[in-house]
């Protein structure tokens, strides 16, 4: 381990000696070409000395640069390499992301950067331009603009991102370099800057990734969760089965086996459609409109007996609808809703409407009632509408609704909103309920 340590850091000796050699060589011939410039002057060509001083102090500012660039690149990466000690850096960095998305990435991890300005974008090329100041990070050059590192060049660096479209994902091609021409990396030094740019796009670039990924994990997990949570409650709801409604119809059915043996046993009759769509849809999150309205059909039967003429129902659902994906128990919660709140309270009863409509890519189901309306005794805890609110948007998002509103010239309206197709997430069980 001694032994591979001393390896690393004689290799960064050596190279930091070779970089810095290369400056000064650089320096030197254009120094010699200088003096043999002077040298060819009249009257000023015999005056070898301020040549030399000018020579010496050259050479000594342009070594003590090129050493504090080394220090420098050595301190932020870690290593001095061919690559780290470079002027230009580039990067490639794959995101496994559309690449509009990447562009935004890319577009406000730039546009974060300290001192950048200038920032160009381009999104329908997918391309990005921006200048960034140099920081001065140990003050001014000594001698001011005198000094040779200063004669040429702009002190300042360019960013160009270019974003290539994949399959699934992205490529990122990121290049860092000083506004001057490239054959400037002979005699100038960037002190690092362009390396500190390039990781530090690269590092926010992964940050904003992992931000993601955990955003998206988390609301995974939060939809699961509340996606069981009201799954447990709509199998307890089925379990439940309304037990006074149970046992109210089998109290009247045995009333009825003395007095009208055909009507208990068309009562029966309605109870069993009714337990048959509601016990095995327990285990099934979504039902079809046309099986959900025999539930509720069987259900308003069951109470036709029992209320008698104080119970009116019409149903105009066209049989192309009855197809809809509709979720289980909806549409009998919102009946179960109209008889309770708007025409039991009532000594006359009322009408119960169930209507079905599509409108372009949405199909209404509407619940409506002439009973007492938005009467505050009769309101109930409208537990059930917040659930039916609930499974609506967990399964299709923004694309359902449900509106309750008053009904003319009394009673409620409650109409559901759903698309035609099933949720493109769902994947149906082959079982029916």
């Given at each position: ?19 810095v ?26 005056l ?81 331009r921006?200048?960034v ?52 990396d ?30 998206e ?17 709509l199998s ?66 069951i ?38 709140h ?54 299709y ?27 493109p ?9």
């Amino acid at each position: 381990m001694l032994r591979r340590n001393l390896s690393i850091r004689r290799h960064n000796v050596f190279k930091s000696l070779v970089f810095v050699l290369r400056i000064g060589i650089a320096w030197l011939l254009a120094i010699m070409l200088a003096s043999a410039i002077w040298n060819e002057l009249p009257l000023l060509g015999r005056l070898d000395w301020p040549v030399a001083i000018a020579g010496m102090i050259t050479m000594t500012l342009v070594v003590a640069a090129a050493f504090s660039h080394v220090g420098r690149v050595r301190l932020i990466a870690g290593r001095v390499d061919a690559e780290a000690l470079g002027n230009r850096q580039r990067r490639q960095i794959e995101v496994p992301f559309e690449a509009g998305e990447v562009f935004d990435l890319v577009d406000a991890a730039i546009r974060e950067l300290p001192r950048v300005h200038d920032v160009e974008s381009a999104r329908d090329s997918l391309q990005l331009r921006a200048r960034v100041d140099r920081p001065q990070n140990y003050g001014d050059y000594p001698l001011g603009h005198w000094n040779p590192m200063r004669w040429f060049g702009i002190p300042r660096n360019q960013i160009l991102a270019t974003v290539v479209p994949g399959h699934d994902s992205a490529s990122v091609t990121l290049i860092c370099e000083p506004e001057s021409p490239a054959w400037s990396d002979w005699f100038l030094v960037d002190d690092g800057t362009n390396f500190e740019n390039a990781e530090a796009i690269t590092r926010a670039i992964s940050r904003r990734v992992a931000e993601r990924r955990r955003n998206e994990k988390s609301q995974a997990v939060q939809t699961a969760t509340e996606k069981e949570l009201t799954v447990a409650k709509l199998s307890l709801l089925h379990a439940q089965v309304e037990p006074h409604f149970l046992y109210n119809t089998l109290a009247s059915a045995q009333l009825l086996t003395r007095s009208d043996p055909p009507r208990a046993d068309e009562m029966l009759g309605h109870l069993i459609q009714y337990l048959r769509r509601s016990l095995p849809s327990a285990d099934n999150e979504l039902s079809t409109l046309g099986a959900e309205l025999e539930r509720a059909l069987a259900y308003l039967e069951i109470l036709k007996i029992r209320m008698g003429s104080r119970l009116a129902v019409q149903v105009d659902v066209p049989e192309n609808l009855r197809t809809t994906p509709l979720p289980a128990m909806v549409l009998q919660t919102l009946v179960e809703n109209a008889i309770k709140h708007g025409l039991e309270p009532r000594t006359g009863g009322g009408t119960v409407w169930i209507r079905a409509r599509r409108s372009d890519d949405v199909v209404a189901v509407t619940v409506a009632d002439d009973g007492d309306g938005f009467n505050t005794k009769n309101s109930g805890t409208g537990i059930g509408l917040k659930n039916v609110r609930e499974r609506l948007r967990l399964l299709y998002g923004a694309a359902a609704a449900l509106s309750v509103v008053a009904n003319f010239p009394s009673g409620v309206a409650a109409t559901i909103s759903v698309p035609p197709a099933a949720p493109p997430a769902f994947e149906q069980d082959d079982r029916h309920v």
